[in-house]
């Protein structure tokens, strides 16, 4: 198994920030191509961004994309999503989840995630 595990989520204003965390284990970290993904109530889950391992590329959705940032801590062997601007539509429950390498035109296919956190809920009030 691979564990990941999220935190950071919560409730904040339109217009504030928030930084949401996965934690992995070694292995996961270092050969890992990890991603955010989100699932708002009654809609389909959604790509958010992803980085691949040793931080050689990334991704993001057109929705958050300029208001998003995904990065690696390797010390830590955490992931992060630090999002600003935040709008009511980011309202959504976030998931982080793991695949071996991500490439440019599949990044956003969660069928291609074999490993998934339990997520965390962000609530974006206007």
């Known amino acids: 198994q691979v564990p990941l595990a999220e935190s950071g989520g919560g409730s904040v204003e339109a217009g504030g920030s928030l930084q949401l965390g996965c934690a992995t284990n070694?292995?996961?970290?270092?050969?890992?191509?990890l991603a955010w993904f989100r699932q708002a109530p009654g809609k389909e889950r959604e790509a958010v961004a992803a980085?691949?391992?040793?931080?050689?590329?990334?991704f993001y959705a057109d929705s958050v994309k300029g208001r998003a940032t995904i990065s690696r801590d390797p010390e830590k062997k955490m992931v992060y999503l630090l999002m600003n601007s935040l709008k009511p539509e980011d309202t959504a429950m976030y998931y982080c989840?793991?695949?071996?390498?991500?490439?440019?035109?599949?990044?956003?296919?969660?069928?291609?995630?074999?490993?998934w956190g339990q997520g965390t809920q962000v609530s974006v009030s206007s």
């Open positions: 989840a793991g695949r071996v390498w991500c490439a440019d035109s599949t990044w956003f296919d969660e069928l291609q995630y074999h490993r």
């Open positions: 980085i691949n391992h040793g931080g050689l590329s990334s």
């Open positions: 070694y292995d996961t970290f270092r050969n890992y191509c």
